[in-house]
């Protein structure tokens, strides 16, 4: 189907902005417009603001502006058309899918697909029967088997010759870890759980035993171009739809523990999969929800993870919350022996990361012993340099004074100046947009186009007494911006955001146009005198140009009526 402009606007009033990025980031409502995260640079507040009124969002740091279709083409790195496409599939237009070549991995993902429906098919087939009552006794019922699309291997069924029979080479299958080198399959007589990237596809598996207690509990796929466990957030395409309703964030380890949770009613959930926190994963974290909280293993390496996880959250300015487990159990082992309602009050009571430390400060120390007690009290004020709660650090303050009986403003002096040593400089460069040096003409243009594109009014005033815009590609941008105004009746920012998209150098001067911090309001005055300076360069043009001309000429008569030319230019009798 051809896209036109007019389907194209058509979707997007028909789109609320607001709604599809809330689908991606959380937004928080101040006065008429929403702010979150900004998901386009290494954002540390939230700096993207986006408007409801006006339909657009805008970064007021790294200068990110679009409509609702830039904003899904610029977050899943997809093209103008394949989001117009996506958005608008979503609300019922059959607009097909992108006739671009395949991705590179397509063929993967295709048999990943085709082989989790395999292992479906079987777990609901008589083959599936012990494997069910397996399941069944571990309290996950069928409709976490289907929303996990948990299924079954079994050595009676060949996945292998099913996908060759399918088209697909065995040293395609063997190299994403499918297949072994005899064409046998890798997994056999496993209850197999499928793993998702973060666009919900399934890029491998664990398959478990269940009918035996020989050889490893689990098997996984190995990493393929496709399965890389550090850049993985197990059910992440799910918590984000959960998480438009719901501020929190749980963070563990296994996908098990995420499925365990689910059983329960728990499913604002994700997994790192056993790998420690990245600083690509806290990114994706940040952008999820305002609260999170690590919910790893209860024993010693939960514990390292944990500290990990919160030194990573740290660099991006978020203290979570922490859940430790008591007997060394993991969200699962935990829920199956203690219940729902008590992992829920857990949950409910997470401590902040500062309590966390603070405990974790306690080991290896005596605390009857002064030296040991100053070591613990200094290293705990240091970690509160790092939060910016300053409710929470008045209370840990106090807290830690009355335990260990030292005056409250020896503490808080000791934090003021472990404060002080531990700021970070500020990085102006970084969170100031850059600031190009226009000429006077160029800077006139675009300030006449700023006003225009906010006031319609102002294209019949550019249209009879602009004779030529300096710039060419200003040029263009005015004459396609009139041309678009008498086609359609309106100046639409949103709408003129499609129009432009398809052309690099035009929707990046468009949106620093529009971005340009101008006043609400002008007076004819200042609309003369930008009109005056954009038309005074052809004359200063033509007398740069006879300039030129008389420093090569020798003929005096030739040069003396091109010095009268410069002087009836300028006005000069």
Known sequence: MNITNEIINEIRNKTDIVDVISQYLPLTQRGKNYFGVCPFHDDHSPSMSVSKEKQIFTCFSCGATGNVFTFVADYEHIGFYDAVRLIGNKIGYNLGISNKTKNKNEEAYEIYDLACRFYQNNLNTTLGKNANEYLEKRNINKETIKKFKIGLSVSKTSLTDYLISKGYTLKKLISLGISNENGTDLFLNRIMFPLYDLEGRVVAFSGRIYNTKDGSKYINTKETDIFKKGNILYNYHNAKE????????????????????????????????????????????????????????????????????????????????????????????????????????????????????????????????????????????????????????????????????????????????????????????????????????????????????????????????????????????????????????????????????????????????????????????????????????????????????????????????????????????
């Open 242 to 573: 959960i998480l438009k309703k719901n501020e929190n964030i749980i963070v563990m380890e296994g996908f098990m523990d995420v499925i365990r949770a689910n059983t329960v009613g728990i499913n604002n959930c994700i997994a790192t999969m056993g790998t420690a926190l990245t600083k690509q994963n806290a990114m994706l974290l940040k952008k999820m929800a305002h609260n999170i909280i690590l919910c790893f293993d209860g024993d010693s390496a939960g514990e390292e993870a944990t500290t990990s996880a919160i030194n990573v959250l740290k660099e991006i300015d978020i203290a979570p919350k922490v859940v430790r487990l008591e007997e060394n159990l993991d969200p699962d082992e935990y829920i199956l022996k203690y219940g729902a309602e008590k992992f829920k009050h857990q949950i409910e009571n997470a401590e902040s990361s500062i309590e966390f430390l603070m405990e974790l400060h306690k080991n290896n120390k005596n605390l009857k012993n002064i030296e040991d007690i100053t070591t613990y009290i200094n290293e705990s004020i240091n970690d509160l340099t790092s939060i910016e709660d300053t409710v929470l650090i008045d209370l840990t303050i106090r807290k830690m004074s009355d335990e260990y009986k030292i005056n409250y403003d020896v503490l808080k002096s000791k934090y003021q100046t472990l404060k002080s040593k531990n700021q970070k400089p500020k990085n102006d460069i970084q969170n100031i947009k850059t600031k190009e040096k226009y000429n006077k003409y160029d800077l006139a243009s675009r300030t006449l186009l700023n006003y225009m594109f906010k006031n319609k009014k102002l294209i019949a005033i550019v249209e009879k007494k602009i004779t030529f815009f300096p710039n060419e590609i200003i040029r263009d941008l005015a004459n396609e911006t009139i041309y678009y105004y008498h086609k359609y009746g309106t100046l639409n920012t949103a709408d003129l955001i499609s129009y432009f998209a398809s052309d690099e150098q035009k929707i990046k001067l468009f949106k620093e146009i529009i971005n340009m911090n101008t006043n609400e309001t002008y007076s004819e005055e200042e609309i003369e005198d930008y009109i005056n300076v954009i038309n005074s360069y052809p004359i200063r043009k033509k007398v740069s140009d006879l300039n030129k001309k008389i420093k090569e000429e020798n003929d005096p008569l030739k040069q003396a009526k091109m010095l009268s030319d410069i002087l009836s230019l300028k006005g000069v009798k």
